[in-house]
Each structure stands twice: as C-alpha cells, then as structure tokens.
C-alpha cells in the first residue's frame, strides 16, 4: 500500500510540476518562453515527445557551421565534442561498466545503452542507426535535416536570397513556427532544451546505474554554470563578445512583439525552468525505481531540487513555486522508504 499510494502521489506531482514549468515561463516577473499555452495541462506524454529523437534528420555540426562558425569553435572544444565519445574508449570505468552489464569491453563504444547520452544518432545507409562521435548541435538543438527538418527553414529569410538583416517580423515569425513544428529547440526554448541536457546529466536507466555501477548523476550538476564553463556560446551577433544570453535574444532590434529583458532575466528563466526539469525527471526515476540504491539517488536529487526552488520562492516567484516546494516537502519522509519487492 505504502509503495502504491507513494507512486500515485508522485505521479500527480510529476503532472503538476510540468505544467508549473510553462506557468514559471510565462510568469509576469521572467521574460517569456516561446511555449503554446495549451501546453499548460497538456498530458505529460505530449509533452515528452517534443523531445524525441529522429536520427534520420541527423546531420551532424558541419552543417551549422557555415552561419555559426564561433559557435562551432566553442563547441570544438568543449568535452562535449572531445571528451564524451572517448571516454567509451578510454575510460577504466566504461570498461567495468560494460563488464557488469555483460557488453564485451571492444564494443562498448557502440553499445546502445552508452550511445544515447555518449553520442549523437544518426541515420547511415539500409536505414541504420549510427552515431556521431560526440554530443553535437543537434543532440541540444534536435536534428535539422531532411524534407521535413528544420535545417533549410532556419536559414532563409525571405524570397529569393533575402538576408536576415531585411527580414520582415513577420516573416520571422513564420519561420520561427515553420522550425518549431519541425522539432527545433531554440535558445527561448528552454524546457526542451533542458530536457536535453538532463536525460543524459540525470541517469534514467535503472540497470545501467543498479547491475552496471554507472553514477546515477552528479548531484551537484546545474544547468546554467554548466553553460558558464564550457557550452556558452552567446556569439551570432558580436563573435568577439560571448554573452550571457544568446544573442538574438538580449538584442532589442530581433526580438519583436517580445516584452523587455535582459542576459539576467534569461539565466534567471534558464535556472528555474532547468530546477523544475530537473525535479520531473527525478521525480520519474524515484515512482519508477524497483532498486533502494537507484530510489535514494533520486530522492537525493528530489531533496536538493526541492532546496534550490525554495530558496527562489522565498522571493518573488513564491506564488508560481511555492506549491511544488510543498508538494514535496509531503512526501519528502517517504522518498527514501525502500522500494517493495515487487
């Protein structure tokens, strides 16, 4: 009973704090999210298959590289591009992992389970799904190409060779929907985005973290000083300035019909949308968990996500995420109750 009535009661969490997630973007005191309205209530699978990957549009960095080119250099860089897919290859743990799981150790830099967060997919050739080396642009942004992909769309603003200095309002916008219906994740698109970033930081798969030992996720890991050391890459207009919010964003002349902000508005909107991520998927990984271990990994995650949004609605967010903080703080004594056998 204790086990059926703990999962009921987090399921219900988990559906009142994603949609908390759009009412915290929308909020008076944050500058807007590009989120529909009707997201608000919208069932918890829609929602999740915003963020679901079609390796067949894959297209790999190269592509993004002719517009982004400082972009690209600061991705290059960073442990995404140069460290994740080797550490299958090099790394002690990688090979004990793959031991445990019963993955011969040569092929644990293809194995599926290492992949997803390791790696990019992509589409090769007989429908087969590859990968990238790497976690790439399209592994944040979602994959641009393709007769239905977002890729050709993003770059043309306007009628013949139009440039995006002389494209129409409304034209942007067109073209903002166009890519947004096409799966692109833009830098206001802050849920799936974070989405994104925390399927991987905040490890989902039970056996994976239980039989094979991986760390079920750094509990010390936030999504807005993780941007700060490596993956800021605020460059599209001043390549010589990094900013604090991407460019487009904090410059008044490109974003119309948008209220007023600034680079702390959007890091502010950025953390806060990235704790309440951060809670839904541990929260998931708790209702979900048949392990102690893998349960008290995300009741800890629970615990600090909840003590990091406390803290914000001590101030003038309290009213958007005051109740979430409650919410848990009731089930906080029941988060670390082992999980039934059954």
């Not at 833009?186 to 905040?202: E, F, G, I, M, T």
Request: glycine share 6%; net charge neutral; proline share 5%.
């Amino acid at each position: 009973m204790l086990r059926g009535s703990l999962q009921r009661r987090l399921a219900l969490l988990v559906v009142l704090g994603s949609g908390l997630i759009y009412v915290a973007c929308i909020a008076e005191e944050l500058a807007p999210v590009a989120a529909p309205p009707e997201a608000i209530g919208t069932p918890v699978a829609a929602l999740l298959a915003a963020t679901q990957r079609v390796p067949e549009r894959f297209v790999g960095p190269e592509a993004c590289m002719d517009c982004h080119e400082a972009e690209y250099v600061v991705w290059s860089h960073s442990d995404h591009a140069t460290n994740a897919y080797n550490l299958l290859r090099t790394s002690s743990n990688a090979k004990r992992y793959a031991e445990k799981l019963g993955i011969d150790a040569d092929r644990v830099a293809s194995a599926p389970q290492c992949l997803v967060c390791h790696a990019t997919p992509q589409d090769q050739t007989g429908n087969r799904t590859g990968r990238m080396l790497g976690v790439s642009c399209e592994s944040c942004h979602n994959g641009a190409g393709g007769e239905e992909g977002w890729l050709n769309a993003h770059a043309t603003y306007g009628p013949g060779v139009a440039r995006r200095e002389r494209e129409s309002a409304a034209h942007r916008q067109q073209r903002i929907d166009r890519c947004r219906a096409a799966g692109h994740f833009r830098c206001d698109d802050l849920y799936s985005l974070a989405r994104q970033c925390y399927q991987c930081h905040v490890v989902g798969d039970e056996a994976l973290v239980v039989r094979g030992g991986h760390h079920p996720g750094d509990a010390g890991f936030e999504m807005v000083s993780w941007f700060d050391k490596q993956i800021r890459h605020n460059l599209f207009l001043d390549p010589s300035r990094n900013g604090l919010a991407p460019s487009l964003w904090a410059d008044p002349r490109w974003r119309p019909n948008r209220m007023p902000g600034n680079e702390k508005d959007h890091r502010r909107q950025m953390y806060v949308v990235a704790m309440l991520v951060d809670l839904e998927l541990s929260l998931r990984n708790r209702a979900a968990a048949e392990h102690a271990s893998f349960a008290s990994a995300a009741a800890t995650r629970i615990v600090a996500a909840k003590s990091r949004l406390n803290t914000i609605a001590e101030d003038d967010l309290a009213e958007v995420l005051r109740p979430v903080v409650h919410a848990v703080a009731e089930l906080e004594s029941l988060l670390f109750t082992p999980p039934a056998k059954n």
